[in-house]
């Protein structure tokens, strides 16, 4: 079979949303309860989807984002990522983490805090571009090609302006894996 | 001046071309910060003796207040109050030492300025960039008051108030002030201002980033607001003791120097003041109550103020060194700050190394043991633990180090080798191992300049540039 995305995709009704002004507390919840697509899919999907008071999607979340909203951003580690710009090795910069780490407590109280627990999702989502979005008539091979080439893990399948679903960089390889099979 | 205005609107343009990527605009910066009827107030001038090379050629630029030595090339640019120094250039045949290899040097090297826009900048030494050993480039390139291009070729870039580029090959970079980077080569580079870093892939890694808020109080400078802070003020404040060193054309010294000594006829001295045996006292350095043992030197923007140097000592470009003492072979790096108070001396001892853009500033007294590596922002006996460490023990480092804003990584032995090797080479490039005979250096060389002036068009459209200037032995 010829499979073109909209054969792939997941409906975008399939998929958790949540409007911006949402706190890191709400998108935790959201994202921690996905709906899950099993109809069509063996694969559990893993972000939310953001939209904007127009029901536009203008951004996702996914579990790295959340994780990397949870970094403390203190003065001594902002010294320290800075390291790597300037040609310091990772493992020195790991080891001045730990130690930081180990000698503020303070690190570890990130996780409860309000601060934290009230961000709002815009400010750690991954915000759209447009390389994030792809036509539901696109071929796999072209749509294993750019989530190979753009490094994505999902994209946005598009009907002219409005997004319907979401291609998954798992479906793809099952349907690659599947095309690959009836050939041999 | 509409050829100077032209000017001035190409040099921001091409540099804000290469800084598009950083999304930094220079313009904010520069505008109104020399006033371009200040770039006619000025003479240019330069150095002959039997001891340089003389090659210049000026064209289509504004020199005004600059100092020229030995050779080079100014080209569509606007230089002020700038020091180019070509007495350390490499010559034809010279061999020159890269990682193992000696690449010979086919013709004399010449510092060639295009498209820059320099702002009471100090040039100095040679390229050590072995793809580019006969030319030291400084082109589509703004520095702003008291920075040093130092063996550094540059391509594109903007060096804020009192940063320093050392040893490093840098293109499309920003340096912010009071920044100071000796990394062999970097590109497309926001450098923050306040940081401190010294680099040599595979074998040392040094970074010290001074706090923001403080550091303001020394050196603030942002878009639209003139360089300020009580770094801006020091100077300033000693502004007209150099105006009548430029305004008299023959100058009596009534400071005894001994004949292997050099104390320029630009350096302002007060009174009293000792210079002994190979002591080198270069341009725009500023001398008060100053003793400086055999060998000393203070280079140029260099202020010694009620302080004794024993010997041997390197006072680095811009450094400032008020009310200390210091012991023999203490060197202070690039454009450091460091003030005693009358009730509060500062002593460093001997075979020290201040690190380039130190701040020591004190209100009680304050001594640095013999051998030590000192950095950052000290105000107290405190700080100094946190900022110092012995120079024995920083060498036995194999690994890493991090001590509040200072991180280290790589072999300690190799990062205070390079600093002495270096500290050798600068005494003896300045004459402080003369011995009567040999090993002479700037100091002994030094005595022999005399100094011509070059002057722009007065008025019209070329109001302010200089003529087409070739000047050869």
Redesign the interface.
């Known amino acids: 079979m010829n499979y073109i995305v909209k054969d792939l995709m997941v409906p975008i009704s399939d998929y958790a949303t949540i409007s911006e002004g949402s706190t890191f507390l709400e998108a935790l919840l959201a994202l921690e309860t996905p709906e899950v697509d099993l109809k069509n899919s063996i694969h559990p999907h893993w972000i939310v989807l953001v939209l904007n008071s127009d029901e536009k999607v203008v951004g996702k979340l996914s579990q790295i984002n959340m994780l990397r909203a949870l970094e403390p951003r203190t003065e001594d580690v902002k ?2 990522d ?2 790597g ?5 990772s493992n ?1 910069i790991t ?2 983490r730990e ?1 930081l780490r180990l000698d503020d407590t303070s690190i570890e109280n990130v996780y409860t805090s309000s601060t934290t627990l009230q961000m709002k999702v815009e400010d750690f989502m991954k915000k759209l571009a447009d390389n994030d979005f792809i036509d539901e008539n696109t071929s796999l091979a072209t749509a294993a090609h750019q989530m190979s080439v753009r490094k994505r893990l999902s994209m946005l399948v598009t009907r002219d302006d409005e997004v319907v679903g979401v291609l998954r960089l798992s479906d793809v390889f099952t349907a690659v894996i599947n095309a690959m099979k009836s050939k041999t | 001046m509409k050829e100077i205005q032209k000017l001035y609107d190409r040099i921001i343009q091409r540099a804000n071309i290469n800084l598009r990527e950083l999304e930094f605009d220079v313009n904010p910066y520069v505008q109104n910060v020399i006033p371009f009827e200040q770039m006619i107030k000025f003479y240019a001038f330069f150095g002959i003796s039997p001891h340089h090379r003389l090659n210049f050629q000026f064209k289509n630029s504004n020199l005004a207040g600059s100092y020229f030595l030995g050779q080079c090339r100014i080209t569509n640019s606007l230089l002020y109050k700038s020091d180019i120094r070509g007495d350390e250039l490499k010559r034809a045949g010279d061999l020159f030492e890269y990682q193992g290899f000696e690449i010979p040097v086919s013709r004399d090297e010449e510092i060639e300025i295009t498209d820059s826009l320099l702002i009471k900048t100090l040039v100095h030494n040679f390229s050590h960039d072995p793809e580019t050993l006969e030319e030291f480039f400084i082109k589509d390139t703004i520095s702003m008051n008291y920075a040093n291009i130092h063996g550094a070729p540059s391509d594109g870039c903007f060096l804020g108030s009192f940063a320093t580029v050392d040893l490093t090959t840098m293109r499309d970079s920003v340096i912010g002030n009071f920044a100071y980077v000796q ?1 062999g080569e970097i590109s497309h ?1 926001d450098i923050a201002p306040g940081t401190v ?1 010294v ?1 040599v ?1 595979g074998e040392f ?1 040094f ?1 010290y ?1 001074h706090p923001q808020e403080e550091l303001n109080h020394y050196i603030y400078f942002k878009a639209g607001i003139a360089p300020q802070g009580q770094l801006i003020d020091f100077v300033e404040d000693r502004k007209e003791a150099f105006q009548r060193v430029f305004d008299v054309v023959n100058i009596e010294q009534s400071i005894p120097v001994p004949s292997s000594a050099s104390l320029d006829r630009y350096a302002v001295s007060k009174s009293p003041i000792h210079i002994g045996e190979n002591v080198l006292v270069s341009q725009r350095a500023f001398l008060q109550n100053a003793w400086l043992g055999k060998g000393a030197n203070a280079q140029e923007n260099c202020y010694i103020i009620n302080s004794r140097l024993e010997g041997c000592n390197v006072t680095a470009h811009g450094a400032k060194i008020i009310e200390a003492d210091m012991g023999t072979n203490v060197f202070v790096g690039f454009n450091s700050f460091l003030k005693g108070g009358p009730d509060s001396r500062l002593t460093i001892g001997k075979d020290s190394i201040v690190m380039p853009h130190t701040i020591i500033d004190i209100k009680e007294p304050l001594e640095i043991p013999a051998g030590s590596l000192v950095w950052g922002m000290i105000k107290s006996a405190k700080d100094l633990k946190n900022h110092s460490i012995s120079i024995e023990k920083f060498s036995k480092i194999n690994g ?1 180090l ?1 001590m509040g ?1 200072m ?1 280290f ?1 790589g072999d300690g032995a190799s990062f205070i080798a390079g600093f002495q090797d270096r500290i050798h080479h600068i005494l003896e490039a300045n004459g402080a191992f003369f011995n009567g005979s040999d090993k002479k250096g700037h100091a002994q060389k030094n005595q022999y300049i005399s100094f011509n002036t070059l002057q722009p068009y007065p008025e019209g459209p070329r109001k302010g540039l200089y003529p087409t200037i070739v000047i050869k032995p």
């Open positions: 010294n320290i800075k390291l710009k300037f040609g310091f090795g020195f080891q001045l130690e | 990394a580079l870093w680099r892939p890694n970074i980033t890493g991090s804003n991180f990584e």
